[in-house]
């Protein structure tokens, strides 16, 4: 009368031996095509058992906060990297790998899609939720661990935008890396940063799509 025993394979997919291992390397070979990653993950969690909480999926306390904040957040926090971060970088006014966006009214529904389910949901999902799950029960949940936790995953996440956005696309990606990552540990809910990321990436849609990347970009040092 103890209730269900434990599932041996949930277990096994739980643990960093060679089942554990094996799976966490798939889920992350699935980035290669997003939203691939994300959907492994989730299929890991239900396989392996792990309580949804575990990755973030944590009702917030006021849904409106949590979406009004996100977008509000991430929308400024494009503007202050277009206008001020990625300037001191030395970045193109212009990002090339999507300059095709300006005024292609065609291409604008697909591209909003994307940046809602793939990057910000999809990203959340894997970099921060997944991947502070598998690290955090390896490393611990100390802040030394927390920290390197952050730095790890926000290093992951940026290396893969080299292929597509080169140099200036890595150093964004490691900053905002770094960000959402910072808030994810501190708030343990990953719908706020989802949010964010999503406001994020859909504000830099509206600036390219209107033709105002070089306006935002020396809005602050001319």
């Known amino acids: 009368m103890g209730g269900e025993a434990p599932d041996p394979f949930a277990a096994r997919l739980r643990s960093f031996g ?28 239900a396989a392996s058992e792990t309580p949804w909480r575990e990755i973030g999926y944590i009702r917030p306390a006021s849904w409106w906060i949590a979406i009004a904040g996100g977008l509000a957040g991430g929308a400024a926090f494009k503007i202050v990297m277009k206008a001020i971060v990625m300037p001191l970088f030395g970045a193109p006014a212009v990002n090339p790998a999507y300059h095709f966006l300006e005024a292609n009214t065609a291409a604008l529904p697909g591209m909003l899609l994307t940046m809602i ?14 991947l502070f799950e598998r690290l955090g029960k ?12 952050v730095t790890l995953t926000s290093a992951f996440f940026a ?9 200036a696309g890595v150093e964004q990606a490691a900053i905002t890396g770094l960000v959402f990552g910072t808030m ?29 990347e070089p306006a935002v970009a020396h809005l602050v040092f001319g």
């Not at 290396?159 to 597509?164: A, P, V």
């Not at 809910?189 to 390219?208: E, G, K, N, R």
Request: glycine share 14%.
């Open 18 to 45: 060679p089942a554990g291992i094996v799976s966490m390397l798939v889920v992350l070979a699935g980035q290669v095509l997003p939203p691939l990653g994300a959907l492994l993950a989730l299929a890991w969690v």
């Open 117 to 130: 389910f793939v990057a910000g949901f999809g990203e959340e999902t894997l970099f921060r939720g997944f």
């Open 138 to 149: 390896l490393m611990g949940r100390g802040a030394g661990a927390r920290i390197a936790i």
């Open 159 to 167: 290396g893969l935008h080299f292929r597509e956005q080169g140099l």
């Open 184 to 212: 994810y540990s501190v708030t343990g809910s990953l719908w706020p940063v989802v949010v964010a990321h999503a406001a994020f990436d859909l504000t830099a849609v509206a600036i390219i799509y209107l033709g105002l």
